[in-house]
C-alpha cells in the first residue's frame, strides 16, 4: 500500500511538472503571439500614415523617398530582422542610390555624425545587402559604410566626435557582422570599449551629459556590449567624470548598469528620460536585455509592483496600432499631441518587439546579424547552459570536477558564439570559488572576422517567406507605362525600385526596351533635383536685401519665376519660401512703374510748363500788339 | 486768365506727385512689399543670432571655422531685430526669414526628414552641431525660457524675444536650467 502510494505521488508529481512544463511554454507561445500581433499592428498603422493598405509592402512609394533618412530607415531594419513579407530589394536599391548621390556630393553623409553610416549600414544587413560594398562614389569605387563610418573616419571627425553615441553605434556596426578592423587603422575594439567604459557615471549607468544614468543612453551602451559580457579581460582606464583609476571586466560595468536601470525603474515598470516618462527608454532598455539573453517578463530587477518592461511598453500603444512618445499633455504645446502615435516611438517599439520575438524563437539577438546558428552548436551551448543552471547555489571542493568539465565545454564552443551561453557568469564564479584557472580567450580579439559580407532578412515571421528568382511581371511593365510623362521627384523611389528590378530580373529580355526608358525617367528626376538645388541657390544669392532690388535684376528674377513654374506642383514645395520670389517681383515691378509714372510726369511737366510760358508770351505779344495798336 | 491759374495748378501739382514719389500698386503688391513693415498696430517679435558660448572655446572648433567672418569678436551673427508677427508664426519661421533676410548661411533638416516631426537647426552661418564637441549645437530661448519643442512647433506669440543660440556644453553654459532633479527625479 506504501509502495503504491508512493509510486502513485511519484507519478502525480511528474504529471504536475509536465502540466506546468506544459502551462510555461503555452505561456511563451502566447506572449509570442501576442507580439506577433503587435508587430503587424505598428506595421499596418505605418502603412496607413503613408496611404497603403495592410496588403501592400511597406517599403513602396512614398516610403522609399524617405530611403537614407533617420526616418526611413528604422522600418526596413526592423521589418527585415523578422522578415515581414515586405519588398527589400526595393528598399535596397533606392539606398544604395542615395548614398551614392550624396558621396558624389560635397557633404556625403552629415560628416560628424557617425550614426548616419551606422543606422545606414545596419538597415542594409537587415534587407540582405553588403554595407563594404554600396553603390559608388564620385571616382566609381564602391562604397563602405562600415570603413567610412569606423575606422576610416576623416581624423578631424573621429568616431566619438558627436559623443557617446558614435562609439556603441559604431561598436554594434562592426560587431553587426563581425567586421575585422585593418592593423593600420589606428583604432582597435578594445579602445572602443575602453573609451565607452571610461564614461560610466559614479552611479553606474551613463549619460549623455549628465551626471546621473539616463535609460535610452545605459540601455545602448549595454547592447553595444553585450557581445563582450562573457570575456574575462580587465581594462585599465581613468574615469573621465572623477579621474578615479578603474580595472574593471566589461562584465561588471554591465552589471552596475543594470542595477542602476533597475533602480530608476519606475513603479509602472517605466523609465524617464528628461525628466519624462517616455516609450523610447523602455524599449532601449528591453533591446539590452535581450542582448545579454535576459528575459524582461522573468528577472525580478525590471518587475516593479508586477509590471515588466512589456507591460510599461504596451501602455504607450494607441488604439491605431502605433505608439506614442509620452502620455503627458502639455497645455502649452498642444501641437505635441499625446494622443497622436509618433513615428520615433512606433519604430522604437516596432523593433523591440523585434528583439523580443528573436529571443523567444531562440535566433540571433537583433544586432547579431551572423547567419543563424546551425542546429548541432546551438544543441551544445542549450545543454551547457542547462547544465550551468543546474550547478548547486554553493559550490564546494567535490564540484570542481564538474565544474572543469564545464569549462572545457564552454571552450569548445568558438569564441564569438560563447556570448550565448547567456548564464556563463555563474560558471565563472563558480570557478573562481574553486581557484580553477579561467584562461578563455578575451573575446575583443576574435570578433573581427570577416572584411565583408551581405545581411540576410531572418525568416521568422512567415514560412512562405522565400527568396525565388526576381520576375519582371506585366503588372510592373504597367506600372512603368502608368509613370506620368511628367515626371516629378515624387516618383523617384518607384522609378529607382521598377529599373533595379528589371536590371535584376530572369525575364530582362522580355522587357529590355523598358530598361533605357526608365534610365532616362532616372537621369529625368536627377536633373530635376538639380534644378530645385540651383533654384534654391540662386534665389538665396539674388534676392537678399530685398531693399538693394534695382529694375536691372528685372530679367534675373522673371528668369527664376519661369523655372519655377516649369516645376510641378510637387517640386515647387521643394522651393524654399517662394514667396520671397513674389515679393522681389512685386518690388521690382513697383520701382520700374514708379520709373515709368516718374517719367512720363516729367515729361508732362516739361511740356507743360512750356506750352505755359508760350502761351504767357504769346498773349503778352498779342497786348503789346494791340498796345501798339491803339497807339496807332 | 483763369485758364492761366488752371495750368499753373496742373503743373505745381504734377510736379508735387513727382517730388512726393510716385508708386502706384495693387493691393497685392502692397501687401507683399509692406508684409514686413512695422506700423503701430503691427504684432511684432524680436530674434537674435549669438555665438558667445564659442568664444571661450575657440581652441575646440575647427581651424577652418577660425575666423571673424564664421564667429564675431563680439559674438553676434544676428543683433537683436525687430520683426513683423505673421498670423501663425512658428520659431523656424521667423528664424527663416530673418536668416535669409540678411543672407546667413542657414542649414536644416526638414520635419519629413527626421523622427521628431520638427524642422532640426543643423548649421547656422557655417557653424554646425558638434563642431564644438560633442554636446555642442543650436539652441533657442523665447523669452529667456528653453522650450521642450521643436522650433517649427513652437508658435509665436506678440511681443516674444527669441535668442538663437550657440552652445558647447547643452545648454549649461547658455543657462539651461537643467539639473539633476529634472533629468531624474
Known amino acids: 500500500m506504501k509502495k503504491l502510494s508512493s509510486a502513485l505521488m511519484i507519478l502525480l508529481a511528474n504529471l504536475l511538472f509536465m502540466t506546468a512544463m506544459t502551462a510555461e511554454v503555452d505561456a511563451k507561445e502566447e506572449l509570442k503571439n501576442e507580439i506577433r500581433d503587435d508587430i503587424e499592428q505598428i506595421i499596418d498603422w505605418k502603412k496607413a500614415s503613408f496611404g497603403l493598405h495592410a496588403e501592400q509592402p511597406l517599403l513602396s512609394s512614398q516610403f522609399l523617398n524617405h530611403a537614407g533618412d533617420a526616418s526611413g530607415d528604422w522600418y526596413p531594419f526592423a521589418i527585415g530582422r523578422i522578415g515581414y513579407p515586405d519588398d527589400y530589394r526595393a528598399y535596397l536599391a533606392v539606398v544604395e ?45 564602391p562604397i563602405n559604410l562600415i570603413a567610412d563610418g569606423t575606422y576610416a573616419r576623416a581624423p578631424d571627425k573621429p568616431l566619438d566626435f558627436q559623443g557617446i553615441n558614435g562609439l556603441t553605434w559604431g561598436l554594434i556596426t562592426l560587431d553587426s557582422l563581425g567586421f575585422k578592423i585593418p592593423d593600420d587603422a589606428g583604432l582597435t575594439r578594445d579602445e572602443i570599449i575602453m573609451d565607452i567604459l571610461k564614461r560610466q557615471l559614479p552611479d553606474g549607468g551613463f549619460s549623455l551629459n549628465g551626471t546621473r544614468t539616463d535609460p535610452d543612453i545605459t540601455g545602448m551602451v549595454i547592447q553595444a556590449l553585450a557581445p563582450y559580457y562573457n570575456s574575462e579581460k580587465t581594462y585599465e582606464y581613468q574615469l573621465s567624470r572623477t579621474n578615479e583609476q578603474v580595472a574593471k571586466t566589461v562584465r561588471q560595468v554591465i552589471d552596475e548598469a543594470l542595477q542602476a536601470l533597475s533602480n530608476i525603474q519606475e513603479d509602472n515598470g517605466t523609465f524617464k528620460s528628461f525628466g519624462f516618462e517616455n516609450a523610447e527608454s523602455i524599449v532601449q532598455v528591453i533591446v539590452a536585455l535581450t542582448e545579454l539573453g535576459i528575459d524582461p517578463t522573468e528577472d525580478e530587477r525590471f518587475i516593479k509592483n508586477g509590471n515588466n518592461l512589456i507591460d510599461a511598453l504596451k501602455s504607450f500603444q494607441m488604439e491605431d496600432g502605433g505608439f506614442i512618445h509620452s502620455k503627458r499633455y502639455d497645455p502649452e504645446n498642444p501641437s505635441a499631441d499625446p494622443n497622436k502615435s509618433n513615428s520615433m516611438a512606433s519604430e522604437q517599439a516596432l523593433y523591440a518587439f523585434v528583439a523580443l520575438y528573436r529571443f523567444y524563437e531562440g535566433a540571433r539577438t537583433l544586432f547579431d546579424f551572423r547567419q543563424e546558428m546551425d542546429a548541432d552548436l546551438k ?33 569548445a564552443i ?17 570557478m573562481e570559488q574553486l581557484n580553477i584557472e579561467n584562461d578563455s580567450e578575451y573575446i575583443a580579439d576574435h570578433m573581427g572576422e570577416v572584411d565583408r559580407g551581405n545581411g540576410a532578412v531572418t525568416p521568422l515571421f512567415t514560412d512562405e517567406f522565400h527568396r525565388g528568382p526576381i520576375i519582371f511581371t506585366a503588372e510592373d511593365a504597367k506600372k512603368v507605362e ?54 534654391n541657390k540662386e534665389i538665396m544669392d539674388d534676392l537678399f ?68 510760358v508760350v502761351r504767357r508770351r504769346k498773349k503778352r505779344r498779342e497786348k503789346e500788339m494791340e498796345f501798339i495798336d491803339l497807339e496807332d | 486768365m483763369r485758364k492761366d491759374l488752371l495750368l499753373v495748378a496742373v503743373i505745381v501739382l504734377i510736379g508735387v506727385i513727382l517730388f512726393k514719389g510716385t508708386k502706384i500698386q495693387s493691393v497685392e503688391e502692397y501687401y507683399l512689399t509692406h508684409i514686413d513693415d512695422i506700423t503701430r498696430e503691427s504684432e511684432t517679435i524680436k530674434i537674435s543670432i549669438r555665438v558667445d558660448a564659442v568664444l571661450e572655446h575657440l581652441d575646440k572648433i575647427p581651424e577652418s ?64 552641431e558638434y563642431d564644438c564637441g560633442p554636446l555642442s549645437g543650436w539652441m533657442y530661448t523665447v523669452n529667456g525660457e528653453f522650450p521642450d519643442e521643436g522650433v517649427s512647433k513652437y508658435k509665436l506669440e506678440d511681443g516674444d524675444v527669441i535668442a538663437i543660440q550657440y552652445t558647447c556644453d547643452l545648454g549649461r553654459d547658455l543657462g539651461h536650467p537643467y539639473d539633476e532633479k529634472e533629468v531624474n527625479p
Open chain 1, 97 to 141: 542610390d542615395q548614398v551614392s548621390k550624396r558621396y558624389r556630393k560635397a557633404h556625403q553623409l552629415d560628416e560628424s555624425k557617425a550614426t548616419e553610416w551606422h543606422r545606414i549600414a545596419l538597415a542594409i544587413l537587415a534587407v540582405g545587402g553588403d554595407p563594404t560594398n554600396v553603390g559608388s562614389d564620385k571616382n566609381g569605387e
Open chain 1, 379 to 411: 544543441e551544445a551551448i542549450d545543454a551547457i547552459k542547462a547544465d550551468i543552471d543546474a550547478l548547486p547555489s554553493t559550490i564546494n571542493e567535490s564540484h570542481k570536477a564538474k565544474v572543469e568539465q564545464l569549462f572545457n565545454r564552454y571552450k
Open chain 1, 414 to 430: 568558438p569564441v564569438t558564439e560563447r556570448r550565448y551561453v547567456f548564464n556563463y557568469y555563474k560558471l565563472a564564479d563558480a
Open chain 1, 482 to 535: 502608368n509613370l506620368p510623362e511628367d515626371l516629378t521627384t515624387e516618383h523617384y523611389g518607384e522609378v529607382v525600385r521598377l529599373l533595379d528590378k528589371l536590371e535584376n530580373a530572369e525575364n530582362r529580355d522580355e522587357y529590355e526596351h523598358l530598361i533605357d526608358h526608365l534610365l532616362n525617367m532616372k537621369e529625368k528626376i536627377g536633373e530635376i533635383e538639380q534644378e530645385i538645388e540651383a533654384l
Open chain 1, 545 to 612: 536685401p530685398f531693399e538693394e532690388l534695382s529694375v536691372e535684376d528685372r530679367d534675373k528674377i522673371n528668369g527664376i519665376i519661369e523655372r519655377y513654374n516649369r516645376l510641378s506642383d510637387y517640386d515647387q514645395q521643394k522651393i524654399v519660401n517662394y514667396e520671397d520670389v513674389e515679393r522681389a517681383k512685386a518690388e521690382i515691378d513697383s520701382k520700374a512703374r514708379k520709373q515709368i509714372v516718374a517719367t512720363v510726369l516729367g515729361i508732362l511737366f516739361v511740356l507743360f510748363t512750356i506750352w505755359f
Open chain 2, 65 to 128: 571655422l577660425r575666423s571673424e567672418k564664421y564667429i564675431p569678436k563680439d559674438g553676434i551673427i544676428l543683433e537683436e531685430t525687430e520683426y513683423v508677427l505673421r498670423p501663425g508664426d512658428t520659431v523656424f519661421d521667423v528664424l527663416l526669414r530673418a536668416t535669409r533676410h540678411h543672407k546667413i548661411p542657414f542649414d536644416y533638416q526638414g520635419s519629413e526628414e527626421n523622427r521628431f516631426g520638427s524642422v532640426y537647426i543643423k548649421g547656422i552661418n557655417h557653424l554646425y
